[in-house]
């Protein structure tokens, strides 16, 4: 198992009673509530915490991109991996990850991610999303074309990176006189590509396919979701003629560690429930626009979503296994519990999350890295080892 530092990058210091008179921190709150000073100094701690997981020994660092939200202040993850791109040296550094149906002119992505592969001399590792409802307010973008335009833009890209150049490409949504981008990828074909969901059947589907056989990533869910859609995974795979290496699965989920489960719990509850009370809520309409995704995988997410409906506090997180919080001996056995049990290849831990400062994440990170991911590596290295 190997492990990624994930940041959301949130506005951590919006007015959460101001801010109360909205329906969502996405889109519809003004950003008359955003202080460019304190946005300076979130962003610069947000690099530094990065910067941090890789001196603490994490295998990857990960960014990801959003729009018009105090949930994540990364409307951009290339400017943040750019930014950490000079500033580590052996970390992957993962873009989980770019929202390829938004855009027009997805060349400039195949670019931007080729300079970042150049520059690190082969640590990206690219994400591709098709992003959530929200972004799609956001950019004015028709969800109903959601899937066309992710398709067509992968393939685009990949072929941007894989084809001698220049070649014509035209295609529903796109058209290019000339497809021919310098720089060429470092890693050849191209970096390893990841895939992050809700667990969208059709994107499982399209992820494990053997022309693909993509890493797929379960974001924040409950415990019983994620072992299905992991499951889901390699039941497609096993269709298609093939065995799922523990590899090509990864599981996002917020993790504190404390000296105590009552200390833990005490100082999480309420950056925890601001979280996910607070920057994560919104309208479904606004989550699952109409048109985003077929009945049947709308039918599946709103089923999953449905038993978090409402607020969530830290006490029932815990319970459904969508957060890990305790001693570093009780993280240990709640995440070796879950991990004997999906046998994923990598765990992608949000170690800040919410309004959680500086002092507490540190702290998090490092208990984190010296109680708790030794031991995860030692078990999977076992269990590895036993299986060959």
């Known amino acids: 198992m190997k492990f990624t530092l994930f940041h959301l990058m949130p506005y951590a210091d919006l007015d959460l009673v101001g801010a109360a008179a909205y329906p969502t921190a996405w889109v519809h709150t003004p950003n008359s509530f955003y202080d460019p000073r304190a946005g300076a100094r979130l962003y610069n701690r947000y690099l530094d915490e990065l910067e941090l997981g890789e001196r ?41 990850g770019s929202a390829i149906p938004l855009r027009d002119h997805p060349l400039t992505l195949a670019e931007e991610h080729s300079m970042i592969d150049n520059i690190t001399e082969g640590r990206l590792i690219s994400g591709f999303v098709r992003g959530i409802g929200a972004e799609y307010h956001a950019w004015g973008t028709n969800p109903v074309f959601s899937h066309e335009r992710f398709h067509e833009a992968h393939d685009l890209i990949i072929a941007a990176w894989t084809r001698p150049g220049p070649f014509r490409w035209s295609s529903k949504h796109y058209h290019f006189e000339y497809v021919n981008p310098w720089p060429r990828p470092f890693q ?10 809700q667990g969208s059947g059709e994107t499982i589907e399209w992820t494990a396919h053997p022309d693909r056989k993509y890493t797929y990533l379960q974001t924040f869910s409950p415990l019983k979701s994620v072992r299905r859609y992991l499951e889901q995974y390699r039941e497609t795979a096993a269709r298609h003629g093939y065995t799922a290496s523990d590899d090509k699965l990864g599981w996002a989920v917020p993790i504190y560690v404390a000296e105590s489960d009552e200390v833990a719990r005490r100082e999480a509850k309420l950056h925890f429930e601001n979280f996910r009370n607070k920057f994560l809520k919104m309208p479904i309409e606004m989550l699952l626009p109409p048109g985003y995704s077929s009945l049947e995988s709308m039918r599946g997410i709103a089923k999953a979503k449905a038993q978090i409906t409402g607020d969530v506090t830290l006490e029932v997180a815990v319970e459904m296994g969508m957060f890990f919080c305790g001693s570093a001996a009780t993280v240990r056995e709640q995440i070796a519990s879950a991990w004997k049990d999906m046998r994923v290849g990598h765990l992608l831990a949000m170690l800040q999350f919410g309004t ?27 269990q590895e080892r036993v299986a060959a």
Request: glycine share 4%; hydrophobic share 45%.
């Open 56 to 96: 603490l020994g994490f295998d990857g660092i990960a960014v990801n991109e959003h729009h018009c939200t105090a949930y994540g202040m990364m409307p951009s993850p290339i400017v943040m991996a750019a930014a950490l791109a000079r500033r580590t040296s052996t970390a992957k550094i993962a873009i989980l």
């Open 188 to 197: 050849q074909p191209h970096p390893p590509i990841w895939v992050p969901s």
């Open 356 to 382: 959680l400062p500086a002092d507490l994440t540190e702290r998090n990170m490092r208990l984190f890295c010296s109680e708790v991911m030794p031991a995860l590596r030692a078990l999977s290295a076992e």
